[in-house]
């Protein structure tokens, strides 16, 4: 599962889910860059999101993917600080 929304040339990744059983297959990294390409397609100047920071291997994707962290949001999820990250789609 993969949800995103554009606005004002920037695109949100609103979640990314893959089933315990189906990790470590590649899938979710294949969602992530579906998601890039089109946001590219879109015009979009950035791709940005937000991940639990306890989520290791989330953001290690990202890191991978060309995110970098932008600091921390001023809300929690499920009760545990949230890191904002961000791609940068234009040079």
Same mark, same amino acid.
């Given at each position: ?15 990314? @889910? ?5 990790? &470590?297959? &590649?899938?979710?990294? $294949? ?13 979009? *100047?950035?791709?940005? *999101? ?6 290791? @291997? @989330? ?10 962290? $932008?600091?921390?949001?001023? $809300? ?10 961000? $791609?940068?789609?234009?040079?």
């Amino acid at each position: 599962f993969a949800d995103f929304e554009l606005k004002d040339n920037h695109c949100k990744l609103m979640g990314v @889910a893959v089933l315990e059983e189906h990790r &470590g297959k &590649g899938i979710g990294r $294949k969602l992530v860059e579906c998601i890039i390409g089109e946001a590219i397609k879109y015009n979009c *100047l950035s791709v940005f *999101l937000l991940v639990s920071e306890e989520n290791i @291997a @989330a953001i290690s994707l990202y890191n991978s993917l060309g995110f970098i962290s $932008k600091g921390k949001s001023d $809300k929690m999820l499920d009760g545990k600080p949230i890191i904002i990250m961000e $791609k940068l789609l234009v040079n």
